[in-house]
């Protein structure tokens, strides 16, 4: 697999609380990705981060990624109860289009 | 905003039986895609389409899967004989690409498909 785990597989916090998930994998890659999905529903684009950056934000996500320890982490700052919803990255490898998955991590923010 | 569409929602078809997955991608889009979701397990890539023809498949899309864009708007998933474990949501993608490979895939909302 080109993909490793994330983790936590599930998160529980308050609102207000920061969540935090990591995310590894195991080939060379052009760009990482966030998606977020929602019960039931389809994925959506959160945020990319390309291979030559570390960190990037936007609103209250930010992403960091380490090449040499190929992991890359979420920071949902400030968290909402609307935040609750299911976390996936995705690698684009570095020669290719394909998105390949993690396993996504369960985000459950509580009011 | 543009979307990707995807019909139906929910299919319920018997073993055996031949099921077509319909998409309409964003119409700048050039990359086509179909990812499935078993319930509770992580999204799989099963194909991808650029150019009228499959840029890449995985193993799971075997002989019983084939896509198909018979016009300008729509891109198909059929699966010629289902099985139990073809049972997930079935999500098609769109993408406009890019020789940078930023390939960012809006989704559709998915087909559940349930097989008996």
């Known amino acids: 697999s080109q993909q490793g785990e994330e983790d936590p597989q599930a998160l529980s916090i308050q609102e207000g609380e920061n969540a935090t998930m990591n995310c590894s994998y195991k080939t060379s890659i052009n760009n990482l990705q966030w998606y977020r999905q929602n019960s039931g529903r389809g994925l959506v684009h959160l945020i990319l981060i390309r291979s030559n950056e570390r960190e990037k934000h936007s609103g209250r996500l930010r992403v960091t990624l380490d090449t040499s320890k190929k992991s890359s982490s979420l920071l949902i700052t400030a968290s909402r109860a609307a935040d609750t919803a299911s976390y996936f990255c995705a690698i684009i490898k570095a020669a290719g289009n394909k998105l390949t998955f993690g396993g996504g991590t369960r985000v459950l923010v509580k009011p | 905003e543009p979307e990707v569409t995807q019909t139906p929602s929910h299919q319920v078809t018997q073993m055996g039986q031949e099921v077509i997955l319909r998409c309409v991608p964003i119409?700048?889009?050039?990359?086509f895609y179909w990812y499935r979701q078993i319930l509770g397990q992580k999204v799989e890539f099963l194909v991808s389409f650029y150019n009228n023809e499959i840029s890449e498949k995985s193993e799971i899309f075997d002989d019983q899967f084939s896509v198909e864009r018979p016009d300008g708007s729509n891109f198909t998933l059929k699966i010629r004989s289902t099985k139990l474990e073809d049972s997930a949501m079935y999500f098609c993608?769109?993408?406009?690409?890019?020789?940078?490979?930023?390939?960012?895939?809006?989704f559709g909302a998915g087909s559940r498909l349930t097989v008996l």
């Open positions: 993608a769109s993408s406009v690409g890019g020789s940078s490979g930023a390939n960012v895939l809006t």
């Open positions: 119409s700048n889009h050039l990359y």
